[in-house]
């Protein structure tokens, strides 16, 4: 295989990773949804994760625990397979005469590479949003339909709202994510605390690799959110939010510190298994195509 294939499997399998993970973690991310843009603006009460879950298919059946699912694989089939196929292509850049990389080098290949696939992707992750964020019947008949009416009431430049917060959280996740996985990993073989680099390795540093990224990039995640749902007015100028910090100070002052941390354990019961889930395949398929694992 040459170096060009290599880098071009990685990137396919970063993709097809993420996507099977994002099956498993579509209904925590219905969840996490309407625990963001749940009492906005007020001081309310958490729904709570079993009542919120109750709440929802008794409301709109098992199904709308997967809407936007459509979109959500769209997305991690293009943001995803940039991000971490672009992870490595750029870390490589930081190895030194000893085949090592820093923590700071991590931290850098992971932010540059996640902005880089969400400022691109953004349209896909507007459309999941929005989809999700749906309680009253199907927001969108599909993908393609989503496109149209979004593009004939907002403009092409409407595709891309929320894509700063988008990409904040992107920059953030993937600085996080990978590399803490990529670190820890290799801390814990180095160590000798477990010898092989197998699937044991692979979930315990998956798990660290998903708490830290939930305590990272939840208060983002929720800017994002209500920034992408909130309704616009005839020249798509936000009604609610004039931007990421006004949504960041509006939430700060009607709800307090932890208004900034609604749906954080959805977010983190999402991030976890999508976490674990990406990194077990995204190993597997590494190791089975002879390439060497993160």
Not at 89 to 109: E, R
Not at 133 to 147: C, L
Request: net charge positive.
């Amino acid at each position: 295989m040459t170096s060009q294939e290599s880098i071009g499997i990685k990137f396919l399998f970063g993709g097809l990773s993420c996507m099977g993970a994002a099956v498993v973690s579509n209904p925590v991310d219905v969840l996490k949804t309407r625990f963001q843009i749940h009492g906005e603006g007020i001081d309310s009460k958490s729904l709570g994760l079993v009542n919120g879950t109750i709440k929802i298919i008794r409301n709109e059946g098992i199904s709308a625990m997967y809407k936007g699912l459509t979109p959500s694989l769209l997305r991690e089939a293009t943001y995803s397979t940039l991000r971490m196929g672009g992870y490595d292509v750029i870390k490589n850049y930081f190895i030194d005469s000893n085949g090592k990389t820093n923590l700071l080098s991590k931290v850098t290949s992971g932010a540059v590479s996640g902005a880089l696939g969400a400022c691109i992707t953004s349209p896909t992750d507007l459309i999941k949003v929005r989809m999700q964020a749906s309680s009253k019947g199907v927001k969108y008949n599909s993908i393609s339909s989503a496109f149209k009416e979004i593009i004939a009431k907002e403009g092409i430049k409407g595709l891309w709202k929320g894509v700063g917060p988008t990409t904040q959280r992107a920059a953030l996740l993937t600085a996080s994510q990978i590399p803490s996985y990529d670190h820890i990993k290799h801390m814990i073989l180095d160590h000798g605390i477990i010898q092989v680099d197998g699937l044991q390795v692979h979930i315990v540093s998956s798990i660290f690799a998903g708490l830290i990224a939930s305590i990272t990039t939840s208060p983002v995640d929720l800017v994002k959110t209500r920034i992408m749902n909130q309704p616009f007015d005839s020249n798509g100028v936000g009604l609610i939010y004039k931007s990421s910090f006004d949504c960041f100070k509006k939430t700060f002052q009607n709800e307090g510190i932890s208004g900034l941390y609604k749906g954080f354990l959805p977010n983190w019961f999402r991030i976890g298994p999508h976490t674990i889930v990406t990194f077990i395949l995204y190993e597997y398929l590494r190791k089975v195509s002879g390439i060497k694992p993160i």
